[in-house]
């Protein structure tokens, strides 16, 4: 994990997502920065965000958005390599195409609606 291009601040974003079983990877950096959301996009996949702040799913694969907004425990702080990671109310979202999820309010939106 580093530093990226400062596009996206607010956001850690991982790809291969699914097809390199990378959820406990995204897991562990939003637990480590629990002020930013996990974007995890699978290959042939895109996750477009708008200027309006929704992100927008296309391609054949998911996007998963992994929100710490609610977390209410995590023991981040004490792991190390031989202490598994704990979080409690840790809130994952799976979008395919046609899917949106709105950044700011940190809700999905449901192909079309």
């Known amino acids: 994990m580093s530093v990226g291009l400062g596009i996206l601040p607010e ?8 097809n390199r079983n990378r959820m ?13 959301l996990g974007v995890g996009i699978d290959e042939d996949t ?16 998911t996007v998963t ?11 981040q702080f004490w792991v190390n390599a031989t202490t598994p990671l704990t979080i409690h109310n840790l809130r994952v979202h799976i979008l395919s195409e046609g899917s949106s999820y709105h950044l700011l309010k940190r809700i999905p939106i449901s192909p079309g609606v």
């Open 46 to 61: 895109a996750a477009i965000f708008e200027d309006d702040r929704l992100l927008r799913v296309l391609g054949r694969g």
């Open 24 to 36: 406990a990877r995204l897991m562990t950096a939003i637990a480590a920065h629990p002020d930013r």
């Open 65 to 75: 958005v992994v929100d710490p907004g609610e977390v209410s425990y995590s023991n």
């Open 11 to 18: 956001v850690v974003v991982d790809q291969h997502f699914h």
